[in-house]
């Protein structure tokens, strides 16, 4: 037998030969082994850690949607999806419970008034409505802007387009609720129909006429209507009156300061013959002290 035994980088290679078999033979050192070894965890390793620290690829269609929401001045705080909320003056999913609205609604056909972003027309999709309108005007200028304010204000300002986070939500929804454009005191059941369910929340505030866009809300509710607004509760201490107060305006448009009872005798006044108070608590913008009293009423015809 003969054999022949070449080392190269602690590397050993044996060729041995006895009469007509030829034998090979390749060995390395344990200590080298475990330096080998060593040296391929610490490679993979590195690589590891080089892949973890390599920027995410960045998703062109969400970085185009946040491009179009910080593109808009936001009243409703929406989710979007994929992490997304978009960041609203008003946030009310924290106390979305509050409201005591159904679980489902299933089969029904609803009414959003003045939805602006579209936050309750959205949650109202969510637990299953049949159909949906979401109602608004159409900018600036078709609300119930004070004399003196609407003349200082300028012609763009009053051409500024309400609710513009609307389409943006409702494209990242995938939405299929249908946006409208009517004002409140032109609502009626011959343009729209009637619907099973109507919401209306912290509106009637804002308008100059609140008993008559109670009145068009009646015609068109069919089964029940959730009616919601700020509140007072100082002013029901006068002798159970219905007190209300008149702040012409002030603020851009706030016209009154409801009393509970006058805004529940407003609701009965307008033809719905049961009208419940359902839930009261405070609340307020986003990060901020929740100051305003709130209370619910559903009212049926």
């Known amino acids: 037998m003969t054999s022949w035994t070449v080392r190269l980088l602690g590397l050993r290679a044996s060729l041995v030969m006895s009469g007509d078999r030829v034998g090979f033979e390749m060995s390395l050192p344990a200590g080298s082994l475990k330096r080998g070894?060593?040296?391929m965890l610490a490679q993979k390793s590195a690589r590891q850690a080089s892949a973890a620290m390599a920027p995410e690829p960045i998703d062109p269609d969400l970085a185009e949607l946040a491009r179009q929401v910080a593109g808009v001045t936001w009243y409703q705080s929406i989710d979007l999806g994929r992490g997304f909320v978009t960041p609203g003056f008003y946030d009310h999913r924290p106390i979305l419970e509050r409201y005591s609205l159904p679980e489902r609604l299933d089969g029904m056909r609803v009414l959003d008034v003045a939805t602006f972003d579209g936050f309750w027309a959205f949650e109202f999709e969510r637990r299953g409505a049949a159909e949906i309108l979401a109602l608004d005007v159409d900018c600036m200028s078709d609300i119930d802007l004070p004399f003196r304010r609407r003349a200082l204000a300028s012609e763009e300002e009053l051409a500024a387009p309400f609710g513009q986070g609307f389409s943006i939500a409702h494209a990242a929804r995938r939405s299929r609720v249908q946006h409208v454009t009517c004002n409140v005191y032109d609502l009626t059941p011959e343009r729209f129909g009637r619907f099973d369910f109507v919401h209306v929340g912290d509106l009637l505030l804002h308008l100059r006429d609140p008993a008559?866009?109670?009145?068009?809300?009646?015609?068109?509710?069919?089964?029940?209507?959730?009616i919601s607004d700020v509140i007072y509760p100082d002013l029901d201490r006068f002798d159970d009156q219905p007190i209300m107060q008149y702040d012409g305006g002030a603020g851009e448009n706030i016209w009154w300061r409801f009393g509970a009872r006058a805004l529940r005798r407003m609701i009965e006044d307008a033809g719905f013959d049961q009208v419940e108070e359902l839930n009261r608590f405070r609340y307020g913008p986003r990060g901020k002290d929740a100051t305003l009293w709130h209370v619910i009423y559903r009212a049926t015809p």
């Open 212 to 226: 008559l866009a109670l009145s068009r809300i009646r015609n068109v509710t069919s089964r029940y209507a959730f």
């Open 37 to 39: 070894v060593a040296g």
